[in-house]
T-cell receptor, first 118, second 111 residues
Framework: KAGVTQTPRYLIKTRGQQVTLSCSPISGHRSVSWYQQTPGQGLQFLFEYFSETQRNKGNFPGRFSGRQFSNSRSEMNVSTLELGDSALYLC?????????????????FGPGTRLTVL | QQQVKQSPQSLIVQKGGISIINCAYENTAFDYFPWYQQFPGKGPALLIAIRPDVSEKKEGRFTISFNKSAKQFSLHIMDSQPGDSATYFCAAWDSNYQLIWGAGTKLIIKP
């Protein structure tokens, strides 16, 4: 099976712009989570989607949003970019078939999208 | 807010030695603690996880030990190999079903 894919791998934007990142989960996986990874803050949970519904949301401002499509592919959007949004954005999928992410579920991560905001 | 404190930040170990990474948590709503391994240019990958109904779990050269009263858990890598050089993260679940991550330990195994 192909792993989690994320596009694009690298992105450079300027402050005030918006950006959309894409994630294709492992075939059959319906849960998709997004994380932000920075040297200073480590990995921080953004949100989780399951069957096109947002199940959980981390403590990020409303500029960060996401969605999931019927084929489980997911996108996240960041509007009005700030310098502090520069980070590696990671997507992870999980094979849970109902109810959203469970504690003991293994999350399979993609390689991430490296976003640089100038 | 739930915090997971991981130490050391970086670690250099000779090939064949034992690598030890420690984590401490304040509170956790759910007793399940995963460890992830991340290589440069890759996303994290689940390495091993423990439920605290056991105090230790071993998978090959990797062992997690858990001390519930001290709210601490640690990863031991026996016979460390250069291929183990990576960044390791511990994590714990909070009451909002969100995974809280340690800051990571960059491990370098010297040949």
């Amino acid at each position: 099976k192909a792993g989690v894919t994320q596009t694009p791998r690298y992105l450079i934007k300027t402050r005030g712009q918006q950006v959309t990142l894409s994630c294709s989960p492992i075939s059959g996986h319906r849960s998709v989570s997004w994380y932000q990874q920075t040297p200073g803050q480590g990995l921080q949970f953004l949100f989780e989607y399951f069957s096109e519904t947002q199940r959980n949301k981390g403590n990020f401002p409303g500029r960060f949003s996401g969605r999931q499509f019927s084929n489980s592919r997911s996108e996240m959007n960041v509007s009005t970019l700030e310098l502090g949004d520069s980070a590696l954005y990671l997507c992870a999928s999980s094979p849970r078939t109902s109810g959203g992410l469970h504690l003991t579920d293994t999350q399979y991560f993609g390689p991430g999208t490296r976003l640089t905001v100038l | 807010q739930q915090q997971v404190k991981q130490s050391p930040q970086s670690l250099i170990v000779q090939k064949g030695g034992i690598s030890i990474i420690n984590c401490a948590y304040e509170n956790t709503a759910f007793d399940y603690f995963p460890w992830y391994q991340q290589f440069p240019g890759k996303g994290p990958a689940l390495l091993i996880a423990i439920r605290p109904d056991v105090s230790e779990k071993k998978e090959g050269r990797f062992t997690i030990s858990f001390n519930k009263s001290a709210k601490q858990f640690s990863l031991h890598i026996m016979d460390s190999q250069p291929g183990d050089s990576a960044t390791y993260f511990c994590a714990a679940w909070d009451s909002n079903y969100q995974l809280i991550w340690g800051a990571g330990t960059k491990l370098i195994i010297k040949p």
